[in-house]
C-alpha cells in the first residue's frame, strides 16, 4: 500500500488571477453579502501552504533559517520579493502604530483593474493574510482590507493586527471614523 506523502517540495499551483475574478463574480452573483466570507475562508486555507514556500523561499534566497527569525528591518523587502515572484504582487510592510502593520500593494493580483466597487473586495487575500502573519508571528492575526484598487483606490492597503486591535479599529469606522482618524494618525476632521 503506497499512501501519497504530503512533501513540501510540492511546487505551488498558480492558477491565473482571471479564475479569481471569476469566483468572486459567481459568488457575489449567488451568495451576495456572503461571498466576502466564502472568500475568506478559503483564502485562510491556502495561508499554510504559502507560507511553507515563504521559509523554503528565505532559506535559500536569505538563508534565514525560520521566517520568525528573520530582522524586522528586512522584513518589507522580503514581503515584496516574494509576493512578487508568487504572482500577488509586491507588497511591502510598515508599522502603523505600534499595534497594527500595513500591508501595501500597488498592483495585486485579486483586485480588478475597472475599480467600479464600492467597498474594499480583496476577501480571498484578507483571509489568506490572516493565517500568513498568524504563522509569522506566532499568534493570532485579523487582516482588514481599507483601500482597494477594485474600488478606485490607488492601491490595496491592508492592516494587520491582533483580532480585538483590528475590532476595536472597525467599529471605530463603522461610526464613521476614517482608519486613520480611527488609529490616531491623523488629527483633521474625519471625511466621514
Ligand atoms: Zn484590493
New binding site residues.
Given amino acids: 500500500m503506497s499512501l501519497q506523502p504530503t512533501s513540501p517540495s510540492r511546487p505551488g499551483l498558480r492558477l491565473g488571477r482571471r479564475v479569481i475574478h471569476q469566483l468572486r463574480a459567481a459568488l457575489e452573483r449567488d451568495t451576495g453579502l456572503q461571498a466576502a466570507s466564502y472568500l475568506q475562508e478559503a483564502g485562510f486555507a491556502g495561508g499554510e501552504e504559502l507560507y511553507t514556500e515563504f521559509a523554503a523561499w528565505l532559506r535559500a534566497s536569505r538563508g534565514v533559517e525560520q521566517p520568525p527569525d528573520l530582522d524586522a528591518e528586512y522584513l518589507s523587502a522580503a514581503l515584496s520579493e516574494f509576493f512578487a515572484e508568487s504572482g500577488w504582487g509586491a507588497l511591502s510592510a510598515q508599522a502603523l502604530g505600534p499595534a497594527v502593520l500595513a500591508l501595501d500593494a500597488a498592483e495585486?493580483a485579486?483586485?480588478v483593474d475597472e475599480g467600479q466597487g464600492e467597498f474594499?473586495?480583496?476577501h480571498l487575500?484578507c483571509g489568506l493574510l490572516a493565517d500568513f502573519f498568524g504563522r509569522l508571528s506566532e499568534g493570532l492575526v485579523a487582516v482588514m482590507?481599507v483601500e482597494?484598487?477594485?474600488r478606485g483606490d490607488a492601491r490595496?492597503r491592508f492592516l494587520a493586527g491582533a483580532p480585538e486591535t483590528l475590532s476595536t479599529l472597525y467599529e471605530r469606522m463603522a461610526q464613521g471614523s476614517s482608519y486613520a482618524g480611527a488609529l490616531g494618525l491623523s488629527s483633521g476632521p474625519s471625511a466621514g
Fill in positions: 495585486w485579486e483586485a474594499p473586495s480583496c487575500t482590507e482597494c484598487r477594485s490595496c
